[in-house]
Nanobody, 113 residues
Framework: QVQLVESGGGLVQAGGSLRLSCVASVVAFSFKTMAWYRQAPGLQRELVATITKFGATNYADSVKGRFTISRDNAKNTVDLQISSLKPEDTGVYYC???????WGKGAPVTVSS
C-alpha cells in the first residue's frame, strides 16, 4: 500500500549539486506532509527538510540556503535540490511520508573533498 522510490544520488565534488527525486505510491498524496531525511555513516538519521500539502517548507539549519524541497502533487513526487555541497552532506537520503513509518532504500550521496 506504500512504496517510496528515491533516485538521483551519486558522487559529486564539493561545491557541486544534485537533484534527488522520490516517487511515492500512496493514496491521497496531496494531503500529506512529505520530508527528506539523511543518514551519514556512523550517525543517526536526521531530518533535512519538510514540505506540507500547502507547499510550506522548513529546513534544517545545516542546509538552509543550499537545499530546496519541492513537490508535484499531480505526479506524486517530492524532490530535493541539493547544492553547494560539502563533504558532511554525504549520506543516504530518504524521502518519508509524515506519520507513516515506512522507509525506502534511499539514494546514496557522496561528496568528495
Amino acid at each position: 500500500q506504500v512504496q517510496l522510490v528515491e533516485s538521483g544520488g551519486g558522487l559529486v565534488q564539493a561545491g557541486g549539486s544534485l537533484r534527488l527525486s522520490c516517487v511515492a505510491s500512496v493514496v491521497a498524496f496531496s494531503f500529506k506532509t512529505m520530508a527528506w531525511y539523511r543518514q551519514a555513516p556512523g550517525l543517526q538519521r536526521e531530518l533535512v527538510a519538510t514540505i506540507t500539502k500547502f507547499g510550506a517548507t522548513n529546513y534544517a539549519d545545516s542546509v538552509k540556503g543550499r537545499f530546496t524541497i519541492s513537490r508535484d502533487n499531480a505526479k506524486n513526487t517530492v524532490d530535493l535540490q541539493i547544492s553547494s555541497l560539502k563533504p558532511e552532506d554525504t549520506g543516504v537520503y530518504y524521502c518519508n511520508i509524515a506519520g507513516i513509518n515506512y522507509w525506502g532504500k534511499g539514494a546514496p550521496v557522496t561528496v568528495s573533498s
